[in-house]
């Protein structure tokens, strides 16, 4: 089992920025895949961002690229993501998400492991 707890949502005005936290226990965190989801009000929740358990591959969702980045600190059992440039369009409850194994996948169904959501408001 992993425990998932994120941490760092709140309330930012466009173009401002946030950093998200996601604190793992439990198993070993560094043999497990990571990524960051986001669900907005009335809308499927979509893929953001995913870091393999080394930290050396990333991928990002393309709505995404270029202002946030995943990162993670296999030492403190965490994994961030630092938002920037936020639009209103990035509020949602953003969650933390866990995979045994080093690929980096962007289906939500392929983690096993989730975190309790941090809500992100964006307003304009």
């Known amino acids: 089992q992993v425990q998932l707890v994120e941490s760092g949502g709140g309330l930012v005005q466009a173009g401002g920025s946030l950093r998200l936290s996601c604190v793992a226990s439990?198993?070993?965190?560094?043999?497990?895949?990571m990524a960051w989801f986001r669900q907005a009000p009335g809308k499927e929740r979509e893929f953001v961002g995913a870091?393999?358990?080394?930290?050396?591959?990333?991928y990002y969702a393309d709505s995404v690229k270029g202002r946030f980045t995943i990162s993670r600190d296999n030492d403190d059992n965490t994994v961030y993501l630092q938002m920037n440039s936020l639009k209103p369009d990035d509020t949602a409850v953003y969650y933390c998400?866990?995979?045994?194994?080093?690929?980096?996948?962007?289906?939500?169904?392929?983690?096993?492991?989730w975190g309790q959501g941090t809500q992100v408001t964006v307003s304009s």
């Open positions: 998400a866990a995979r045994p194994g080093q690929a980096v996948l962007t289906s939500e169904y392929t983690y096993d492991y």
């Open positions: 870091i393999s358990w080394s930290g050396s591959r990333t």
């Open positions: 439990g198993r070993t965190f560094r043999g497990y895949a």
